[in-house]
């Protein structure tokens, strides 16, 4: 790799207090106390804390100079996989079918629809032109009930804060109902004449509810709903039927639902069921009769309730489908006459189709070891179809239509690999880690069919661990580019997600949290001792929260690991946990814990935070990447934990930091643009790994 002399952060003494103890964070400075305008507007950026970044950029340019040609080629070869001009599948939605595409050489899709039979298409929404040159990400798109409007968001600046427009589909030009600071959806109400959304805070919480009728001046939009609590984040949509829009006031562990009748849109909203400490329940309707999934009484995998819409509180709930400890209730929605539910069974995913009006259930489910299984129902509620979505480690995505009367399936469409893809070249495993404990965590593997397990093959290793969030062992057009190169490819489904159960995500948080980490170091060993790769020669990769992961494992076992790509990393937990005034903080206590208030909790965090962890010893190579607009992970954790790395380390491992100056959480924006990152993070696993 080039050679380049790495900038160092200057120290600037900075000292916090908390339950009596002291601590000094000298590089505390490179938190700008104006973070909130940054996110709106990079350019207002303290200049001592640009021009460290930019430095660190410069050093990240000249230290991956030598290896443009790999990169390229990486590039080029994962670009090959995908087939640039492509279609999704059009949902029928009355008289009309929609549906998005992408076109040869473009970055963005485009927003479609045709006449039900498929006749006179009709390009709704270009992203490709609405991106123009800079950052550009779509928040998504919503066409009225009556066909004539779409309502569609895009944030410019990479903070998240998303603009709606409201374009007129006859005449193809925007309305003037425009409507800034929102989280991106909009909810229209049955009758097509005014829709809902949520507007986020200065911390980037979404906090209030809106009801906009269309041609009204923003400024007397109805206020709907004000979460007033900092500790709950909101999220609005419709139930399957049509019939109810939805307020989900929610953290990680408590919900509370308000629905409002999407017929009558100007009513107030009427709650469901009140809000208690550590219940969460999500809501569908079925004529007078709510359908509801929870976790109340005990079923930590979630039951399935039903009740009244008249009599919606909790007393009234009389179980449906009960508790099944070990089976995880993941998701659901009605068709008319069926309920649709998505389990989670020994770290595989099902789907159950249960026949309302019989009871009689048919499960949907495959014979690879590791795959990821996915469903929707489309837009019509009174349609027998629904459509699922099938992939493994070496299987394209496959797209099926079912009818849930006659039980057939059709294969609808079948990815397209254009540079060609041979399933029979690869294997794709289900092995099983024995944790610290003697838990069993489930690691999904994909090789080459000729590898030789003789400990000589390098080895990415992916991993993220938090928030109930299940990786998906799906086909990726990335992945393979390096197995072909003789790299492994592995997935540690460590605690903190929901591969096994609800209780695999209890016990890889807060007070559990170090057994997520402890997981994936068991995963490491394990695939060492069956001789898929050697100690030294597994790059490990996550981001966000896995970026936690990242930074906490090579604070304890450094030797495990030739090298560490850690993506916009949660590296700073204990000084974010401390700050009340970020995004996130507040909801993200049931998660980590509130140090502010429990010198446990603090003492606990401290433990493993990876910024407060680092120590004089060697560490592998880290490549470490960042966004300057991000909301989420704050860009100065990682460029925090970068410059005490640097000043604390004893090794002359490689050790970069990229920062996107005009980007955020998901890095930049564009598909080519996405690859290559994914072709930088490649090249730096495989030199690592040598």
Request: glycine share 8%; with cysteine.
């Amino acid at each position: 790799m080039g050679k380049s002399t790495p900038p160092i952060a200057e120290k600037r003494p900075h000292s916090i207090e908390n339950h009596g103890i002291v601590r000094n964070d000298p590089y505390n400075w490179l938190r700008d106390d104006n973070w909130q305008q940054v996110m709106h507007d990079p350019s207002v950026l303290q200049q001592d804390i640009r021009a460290y970044l930019e430095a660190e950029n410069d050093h990240f340019n000249a230290f991956m100079g030598d290896h443009e040609e790999l990169k390229d080629k990486i590039y080029n070869e994962i670009r090959g996989r995908i087939k640039e001009d492509d279609s999704s599948v059009p949902f029928k939605h009355g008289p009309f079918a929609y549906f998005s595409r992408t076109l040869e050489g473009q970055q963005y899709n485009q927003i479609c629809r045709t006449n039900r039979d498929g006749s006179d298409e009709t390009i709704l929404i270009d992203n490709n032109v609405e991106a123009g040159d800079g950052y550009f990400r779509s928040g998504g798109a919503a066409h009225s009930p009556d066909h004539k409007y779409i309502a569609w968001s895009c944030d410019r600046k990479g903070s998240e804060y998303f603009t709606i427009f409201v374009r007129d589909l006859e005449t193809g030009k925007e309305r003037a109902d425009e409507i800034i600071n929102t989280s991106g959806g909009a909810t229209w109400a049955a009758d097509s004449k005014s829709f809902f959304y949520v507007i986020q805070d200065d911390n980037h919480r979404p906090h209030k509810v809106f009801q906009h009728k269309l041609g009204d001046d923003t400024a007397n939009d109805r206020l709907v709903y004000e979460e007033k609590n900092p500790g709950f984040f909101i999220g609005l949509h419709k139930t399957s039927s049509g019939n109810l829009i939805l307020i989900d006031a929610n953290d990680h562990e408590t919900s509370e639902v308000h629905y409002i009748d999407a017929h009558n849109a100007d009513s107030d909203p009427i709650l469901i069921a009140k809000r208690q400490e550590g219940r969460e329940y999500s809501v569908e309707d079925r004529g007078d009769t709510l359908y509801i999934s929870t976790n109340a009484d005990g079923a930590i995998d979630f039951k399935m309730v039903t009740t009244s819409i008249n009599s919606p509180g909790v007393e009234n709930w009389q179980d449906l489908i009960p508790h099944r400890p070990g089976i995880l209730l993941q998701g659901y929605f009605l068709k008319d006459g069926y309920l649709v539910r998505k389990e989670q069974f020994e770290g595989l995913p099902r789907i159950i189709v249960r026949d309302l009006s019989t009871e009689q259930e048919e499960a949907i489910s495959f014979d690879e070891e590791a795959y990821t299984l996915s469903v929707a129902g489309g837009y019509e509620f009174d349609s027998n179809e629904i459509r699922y979505y099938y992939s493994s480690p070496t299987t394209p995505s496959q797209v099926f239509d079912c009818d849930l009367k006659s039980k057939e399936r059709t294969l609808l469409k079948t990815q397209e690999i254009p540079s060609g893809h041979n399933p029979a070249d690869y294997v794709t495993r289900r092995l099983f880690a024995t944790s610290h404990d003697g838990e069993q965590v489930p690691v999904t593997i994909l090789h080459r069919a000729d590898l030789t397990l003789d400990g000589s093959a390098p080895l990415l290793l992916y991993g993220y661990g938090s928030y109930g969030m299940s990786m998906p062992a799906g086909f990726s057009e990335s992945n393979l580019s390096l197995v072909d190169r003789g790299m492994v490819y592995a997935i540690a489904h460590v605690r903190g997600g929901m591969e096994k159960g609800y209780a695999w995500y209890t016990n890889g948080k807060r007070e559990h949290k170090t057994n997520t980490f402890d997981d994936f170091i068991a995963s490491a060993n394990m695939l060492i001792e069956k001789g898929y790769t050697s100690s030294g020669k597994i790059a490990a990769m996550g981001g966000s929260a896995g970026g936690m992961l990242m930074g906490a494992v090579v604070n304890k076992a450094p030797e495990l690991f030739g090298g560490i790509i850690a993506q916009v990393p949660f590296v700073d937990v204990l000084n974010t946990m401390l700050d009340d005034t970020l995004p996130l903080t507040p909801p993200e206590w049931p998660e980590w814990g509130n140090p502010i208030e429990s010198k446990e909790d603090y003492d606990r965090i401290a433990s493993y935070s990876p910024y407060d962890n680092v120590e004089a010893k060697d560490y592998p190579s880290l490549f470490v990447m960042a966004g300057l607009t991000d909301p989420r992970v704050t860009y100065w954790e990682p460029a925090k934990w970068v410059a005490k790395l640097r000043a604390t380390k004893t090794d002359n491992n490689p050790l970069i930091l990229k920062t996107h100056m005009g980007a955020g959480h998901g890095g930049m924006s564009g598909r080519f643009e996405r690859i290559k990152e994914v072709a930088m993070a490649y090249v730096f696993a495989l030199e690592a790994t040598k």
